[in-house]
Each structure stands twice: as C-alpha cells, then as structure tokens.
C-alpha cells in the first residue's frame, strides 16, 4: 500500500508544482512580500470556500475545490519557504532557486506522511474528504493560536509542522476526489 500512495502522492505533487512554477513565471515572487501569518489566513480562506462548498452543496464561482486544496498545499510551501528565509529580505527569487526548495519541503513532508501512514495504517483511506477538511481548518486555527503567541508553544509541534501536516490531508483529498 505504501507505494501505492508514495506515487499518488507524487503525482498530486507534481501537478501542484506545476502550477506553482506557471504562477510564478507569471507574476514572479510577490507572495515574499506576506508575512507568515498572512499566508495562514490565504489557507484559511481557501479552507472556508471547501468547507462553504461541501456544507451548501453547490458553488457560485466556478473554480473548483481541487484548485483550492491545490492553492492550500502550494500557500503552506510558501509558509515554510518565508520560515526558512526569515533573515533573507530578497523579494524577487528565480524559479531555478525555488525548484529545488520546493521539492525539498515536498520529500521532506512526503516522508512524514510515510512514518505517520505506517503508525495509522493509513486511516485518511477510510475518513471523508469533509472530515479532512475539517482537520485542515483546525491545523490553521492552531497555526493562528501559535502565530498570535509569537511561536512559542509549551508542548506543541511548531507551525512548520502543522503546515507539513496540512499538506498531507490536502494530498489526501486529492487523491481521494480523483
């Protein structure tokens, strides 16, 4: 089963990196200009719309809610980008210098879901993509809560981890709508 989903979770990557190298061909690197918790509301909202959706049961704006966890996965790489250059003001970065940040996050966060697949059995199989967003939600509200302490937690993963996490249930989603 494990190479079953290691090579969904590729695919679903690889199409979301897709789009993250076209956005960023188009408009450059913009998003750097976001601080942090400014990316965790872009989540947020992204989130609500899938959820907003999902409880109405129909959508005014036709834009799909694969493209909304596609955008959540892509806004959290960013997140743990502008974690990581904190210290670095550079604002416009060359796709050839994020390639291979973006992939890195990418391995690292796939193999996370690999060591918490093998410690669950890969339980998200049996959940709701409805429950999975549910999950994503609370991940942002937990993102927020540590964000609005200035990252400081007594017992708590940080939020690279709850970003890693998000992504993964987006992952999940993915794979489960196709």
Known sequence: ?????????????????????????????????????????????????????????????????????????????????????????????????????YDQIADDTMHLLINKNHDYGEAWRDMRVSSMTDIILMKILRTKQIEDNQGKTLISEGVDANYQDMINYAVFCLIKLR
């Open 1 to 101: 089963m494990e190479e079953k989903t290691v090579s969904e979770y590729r695919e679903v990557i690889r199409g979301c990196k897709d789009i993250f190298e076209k956005k960023t061909k188009d408009y450059g690197t913009a998003w750097r200009i976001l601080r942090t918790s400014s990316l965790t509301d872009q989540i947020f909202i992204k989130a609500k719309r899938i959820r907003s959706i999902q409880e109405k049961g129909e959508q005014k704006v036709q834009e799909d809610i694969q493209g909304e966890f596609i955008a959540i996965i892509n806004y959290c790489i960013m997140a743990i980008i502008q974690l990581r250059w904190e210290d670095d003001s550079k604002m416009e970065i060359p796709y050839a210098e994020l390639e291979p940040l």
